[in-house]
């Protein structure tokens, strides 16, 4: 079993920052992709930015320039800095990783499980 939880959520003024984690815990081999997603009200889930475990990065363009992710693979975090937010940024954010771990009650190895966090809400107020 793995969960993933979020925190760092909150209301905020436009122009000012928040700083997202999101800590893996569980059976873990390992983890690969980190993501961040986001879900406005009435609107589909929409990709914000990913890391590779070797650091890559991408970025939705509507945050490039204000968002930055980063990871800590020894602590199988995922953090998402915020700057400069806008209120078309309020949504419900979610961490999304793809993790090495086993099948639940088992002990054979599950390559790849898509692992996603309850979210946390980020309000911009204008």
């Known amino acids: 079993q793995v969960q993933l939880v979020e925190s760092g959520g909150g209301l905020v003024q436009a122009g000012g920052s928040l700083r997202l984690s999101c800590a893996a815990s569980g059976t873990i081999f390992s983890i690969n992709g980190m993501g961040w997603y986001r879900q406005a009200p009435g609107k589909q889930r929409e990709l914000v930015a990913t890391i590779t475990r070797g650091g890559n990065t991408k970025y939705v363009d509507s945050v490039k320039g204000r968002f930055t992710i980063s990871r800590d693979n020894a602590k199988n975090t995922v953090y998402l800095q915020m700057n400069s937010l806008k209120p078309e940024d309020t949504a419900v954010y979610y961490c999304?990783?793809?993790?090495?771990?086993?099948?639940?009650?088992?002990?054979?190895?599950?390559?790849?499980?898509?692992?996603w966090g309850k979210g946390t809400l980020v309000a911009v107020s204008s």
């Open positions: 999304n990783a793809e993790v090495d771990t086993i099948v639940e009650g088992t002990t054979a190895a599950y390559y790849g499980k898509d692992c």
